[in-house]
């Protein structure tokens, strides 16, 4: 580890908190191999006391390389109109930090902000124990954590959110990861026991209830996966797909043979969205034209648990049927 100016200042007097931690974890690596600022006693006063404790340790910097980057604080930007301070850039992605501590980054599927970390110390620790399953002990990139095509392995991804989820458990967004991890390796009953963590900890979070009530489908709960998919749609009322959510829940309803509450839920759903069945047959014709015909089913499915009668719907369907057996 080098610094730009002069040794490190003194220890801290209180033993093992977590920014010393941080620095321990950093002073392993060879030299070189981070770049940190020197201690300031000038922090700003608005920022976060998580925040301060860090910068007390040093003034930002460029951690493995350029993979972890803290923005000094003459080059920090002032709070955005969001009250966020942009002063992270991990693996290309630029993440913030709010008034109270907390990290947030937008989701790769969904787009949304998610909470990363539930305080900006906790998630360093984190991030620089996930960063450093990238690296061997000599400082190189580990080949063997990346695929032929140079994106991370899926093991990599798991291993990397099980390091955020054990320095920060409480922080939704590693946990959501490492249960979409665990579903991509088909282990189905762990992945929705973290997910449940995560709807348990962020109730907001109205794609993560959707993951949720897909999982409980997959393992036979249905009954179950039909009040978390409702759960999606009340997590946030305000939700631009509130009435695609409301859509899962009436299939999913259908599938399970109740009428009443399928009939009810599509009440709701065209109520949210009263252009939902055609956004869905359009949807479902685009994958069809792309040769997704599972995707189309799906999309199909969703426009006739909200409209059964619909004749554009069941047309559709019967269009799809024949596709599916010509293939």
């Known amino acids: 580890m080098s610094r730009r100016r002069g040794p490190r200042g003194p220890a801290p007097t209180e033993p093992d908190t977590i920014v010393d931690r941080i620095v ?3 002073e392993r690596w060879p030299d070189g191999m981070h770049d940190l600022g020197e201690p300031r006693v000038d922090v700003p006063l608005d920022w976060p006391a998580a925040v301060i404790d860090v910068y007390l340790a040093f ?9 972890l980057t803290l923005t000094e604080i003459a080059q920090a930007p002032p709070w955005d109109d969001a009250g966020r301070l942009p002063i992270i850039d991990w693996l290309g992605e630029a993440l913030t930090v709010d008034r109270d501590g907390k990290v ?3 989701d790769a599927e969904t787009g949304e902000p998610v ?3 539930s305080r900006f110390d906790r ?18 990139w580990n080949d063997e954590v990346f695929t032929e095509d140079g994106e991370l392995a899926d093991a990599t991804v798991l291993a990397m959110a099980k390091a955020q989820v054990r320095r920060d458990p409480r922080a939704p967004g590693p946990r959501w990861r490492l249960a979409r991890a665990l579903t991509a390796r088909g282990d189905l009953d762990t992945a ?8 348990a900890a962020a109730p907001g979070l109205a794609w993560a209830w959707l993951d949720l009530a897909r999982l409980s489908e997959r393992l036979g709960a249905t009954g179950g996966a039909i009040d978390e998919a409702e759960a999606a749609a009340d997590a946030d009322p305000a939700h631009e797909h509130r009435g695609h959510f409301l859509a899962e829940a009436a299939r999913l309803a259908a599938t399970a043979g109740d009428e009443p509450r399928r009939a009810a839920l599509a009440t709701r759903a065209l109520a949210a969205t009263p252009g939902l069945v055609a956004a869905q047959l359009a949807g479902a014709e685009d994958q069809i034209t792309a040769g997704e015909l599972d995707a189309a089913a799906h999309l199909v499915a969703l426009a006739r648990a909200v409209a059964p009668r619909d004749l554009a ?3 559709l369907a019967r269009r799809l049927e024949a596709a ?4």
């Open 24 to 26: 321990g974890a950093l």
């Open 59 to 67: 003034d930002g910097g460029r951690l493995f390389g350029d993979s």
């Open 104 to 106: 947030w980054r937008d």
């Open 115 to 117: 909470c990363d970390g």
């Open 123 to 140: 998630w360093l620790s984190g991030a620089i124990d996930a960063t450093a399953l990238l690296f061997d002990r000599d400082g190189e």
């Open 192 to 199: 929705r026991a973290e997910l449940e963590e995560v709807v």
């Open 313 to 315: 719907a069941l047309d």
């Open 324 to 327: 599916r057996a010509g293939n």
